[in-house]
């Protein structure tokens, strides 16, 4: 399955959907992520904190797909922050993967109250210009710490991951990310996976179009210009997750599911939460 493709501030393309991989890990893990491969995903999602880049770069190694076709994205950690700690902690996570470079690098939580990201964004700059790194982004900032590091270093994200589902839409965050030609990405893209698939009116709209509520709330982020990255280690559910490009929702439908707006679903405040 040919997935469409997002380009990038810096030149780059991103895919218009991912795998994530958060909790595959060990040989079931690694046969996970080959397997999504091979089912078309080819934006991986993982990170330093995840546990499993061994994983992830031994099925990228395992899989039939060139490394080239593969965009690889792993994540910095709060607890190497810092100019030096950043460049330290991307040769781990390079390690790890056992790859010669990562496709794109992204600071995992803002941490304003340890308030280094500005040093490590100055230190994955570098890892870009020397081509360790194709393209660099973050992860959960506001658009109060987007602002600040676009100002102070001249250098817009190519990507902002942020919790995004249809009951926490992020309106504001789409909007600056559009403005500034910043890619929005979707983690926990079907947010409470259970409540969404019972929700009326998204099972309304995916009786409509023949497909699962899965599927609809996935094409839902296509259509709203968001890349959604859902976790599964189950390969029918993998197929069904990427399967979301046949398929075009309404406007009404796509102003139905955004009306199930209630807010966080996860303790995932950037401005409070702690991730070391």
Same mark, same amino acid.
């Given at each position: 399955m040919k997935i469409p493709t997002l380009s990038l501030n810096d030149g780059h393309v991103l895919p218009s959907a991912g795998l994530g991989t958060y909790g595959l890990r060990g040989e079931e893990g690694v046969a996970s992520v080959v397997s999504g491969i091979e089912a078309g995903y080819r934006l991986l999602d993982t990170a330093l904190n995840y546990e499993n880049e061994r994983e992830v770069g031994t099925a990228i190694r395992e899989s039939s797909i060139p490394r080239s076709e593969i965009v690889l994205t792993t994540k910095l950690p709060g607890r190497d922050h810092g100019y030096d700690e950043t460049l330290?902690?991307?040769?781990?996570?390079?390690?790890?993967?056992?790859?010669?470079?990562?496709?794109?690098?992204?600071?995992? #939580? @803002?941490?304003?109250? /340890?308030?280094?990201?500005?040093?490590? #964004?100055?230190?994955?700059?570098?890892? =870009?210009?020397?081509?360790?790194? =194709?393209?660099?982004?973050v992860s959960n900032f506001t658009q109060e710490h987007l602002t600040r590091l676009i100002g102070e270093t001249g250098v817009a994200p190519v990507v902002n991951q942020i919790e995004l589902h249809p009951?926490? !839409?992020?309106?504001?965050?789409?909007?600056?990310?559009?403005?500034?030609?910043?890619?929005?990405?979707? #983690?926990?893209?079907?947010?409470?996976?259970?409540?969404?698939?019972?929700?009326?009116?998204?099972?309304?709209?995916?009786?409509?179009?023949?497909? !699962?509520?899965?599927?609809?709330?996935?094409? #839902?982020?296509?259509?709203?210009?968001? /890349?959604?990255?859902?976790?599964?280690?189950? @390969?029918?559910?993998?197929?069904?997750?990427?399967?979301?490009?046949?398929?075009?929702?309404?406007?009404?439908?796509?102003a139905a599911i955004s009306a199930l707006e209630s807010g966080r679903l996860w303790d995932g405040d950037p401005n409070t939460h702690e991730e070391f």
């Open positions: 330290a902690s991307f040769e781990e996570s390079r390690a790890n993967l056992g790859l010669d470079y990562i496709d794109l690098y992204l600071i995992h #939580w @803002p941490l304003p109250k /340890v308030d280094k990201y500005l040093d490590s #964004w100055r230190a994955m700059i570098r890892l =870009r210009e020397e081509g360790l790194v =194709r393209s660099i982004g009951r926490f !839409t992020q309106v504001g965050m789409r909007d600056f990310h559009a403005n500034h030609e910043i890619a929005t990405q979707s #983690w926990s893209p079907l947010g409470a996976k259970q409540e969404i698939a019972a929700d009326p009116a998204i099972v309304a709209i995916a009786d409509e179009h023949g497909v !699962t509520p899965t599927q609809a709330v996935l094409r #839902w982020h296509v259509q709203l210009g968001a /890349v959604p990255i859902p976790k599964s280690g189950n @390969p029918l559910r993998q197929k069904e997750n990427i399967d979301v490009f046949g398929f075009e929702l309404t406007e009404k439908e796509i």
